[in-house]
């Protein structure tokens, strides 16, 4: 994805909203927070592709050349990472993985008012269970009116990697999560799975490809949640309870229509936290470990 010509999509792709937040080291440049609630009304149009490649199809941190698939072609386990707590700020907060850089951030990011929302009550932790080293994310009341999202993410441009990995019909991923979610917005009324502009509300574990493509694997989620589809989108709803789970990344991207297996490739990918804004409901936390993406 490019560094260049990325617009701010809300909340929704978290990475392409940092994009347009930090130069290429990191430094504060212009943080737009989201304020209160967007207007519920608003049709849930997934924008991501203006973040995505340009008319090319590459950006910085691109490579000309993706890697294929191949055992291990990317395999984040946080083994390399120091156990500690970290907290999103107005420079890039990084989090040291075995496939290069991860940040932290938040709507609630520590920029005072009122250009910003206050201190920011959120968090990612390396947390070390039973021997392993696992990320794990968690969402607290800011009671600042802001939105209480948090995520952490890898991309190709920040990541100090050009890595990418192709999408081919043999593709798979496969990770571990556990999470929860603190309590959840009323199944009855017109909006209780909408987060504002459309955007699913509970966890989710997001990849992007390079032509502006997310697809959305929705881990804990309320229980009306439903999935769904659009021109650059897939939300898929996955068994809340699985712990370990495996997919195709192909036969899911697919199901996107403006998808184009020729030259496809993964560019990011973030898990995010994204909370009912009307009180607490769906705050919560989520652990995250063994990030698998190769051919079967």
């Not at 009855?188 to 502006?212: F, K, M």
């Not at 898990?271 to 063994?290: C, H, Q, S, Y």
Request: one cysteine or more; a negative charge.
């Amino acid at each position: 994805m490019s560094n260049n010509g990325q617009g701010n999509i809300g909340k929704m792709d978290t990475v392409c909203n940092e994009r347009i937040t930090y130069d290429q080291t990191g430094n504060h440049l212009t943080k737009k927070s989201i304020l209160k609630l967007a207007p519920l009304f608003i049709v849930f149009i997934f924008t991501i592709i203006s973040c995505g490649a340009g008319s090319d199809g590459n950006g910085v941190g691109d490579n000309d050349n993706p890697s294929g698939g191949g055992k291990g072609a990317f395999h984040e386990t946080w083994e390399s990472s120091k156990v500690s707590s970290y907290k999103p700020g107005l420079s890039l907060t990084k989090i040291q993985g075995d496939e290069g850089s991860w940040y932290i951030d938040a709507t609630v990011d520590g920029e005072p008012e009122p250009d910003g929302c206050g201190p920011t009550p959120h968090r990612a932790e390396i947390i070390e269970e039973g021997g392993n080293k696992k990320l794990k994310v968690v969402s607290n009341n800011s009671w600042s009116g802001c939105s209480d999202n948090v995520w952490a993410w890898w991309d190709t441009t920040f990541s100090g990697t050009s890595k990418h990995i192709l999408i081919t019909p043999k593709t798979r991923i496969s990770f571990n999560e556990s999470g929860e979610l603190y309590g959840s917005p009323a199944t009855t009324g017109r909006y209780s799975d909408n987060c504002g502009l459309g955007i699913p509300c509970g966890i989710y574990l997001a990849v992007l490809d390079n032509q502006g493509n997310g697809l959305f694997y929705r881990l804990q989620w309320p229980s009306d949640a439903e999935e769904g589809y659009g021109s650059t989108y897939a939300k898929i709803l996955l068994d809340q309870n699985a712990g370990s789970y495996t997919r195709n990344l192909y036969e899911d991207f697919s199901k996107i229509p403006n998808f184009n297996p020729s030259g496809a490739y993964v560019t990011g990918i973030n898990i995010e936290i994204e909370p009912w804004d009307d009180g607490e409901d769906m705050l919560g936390w989520a652990v995250l470990d063994n990030i698998n993406i190769s051919e079967e």
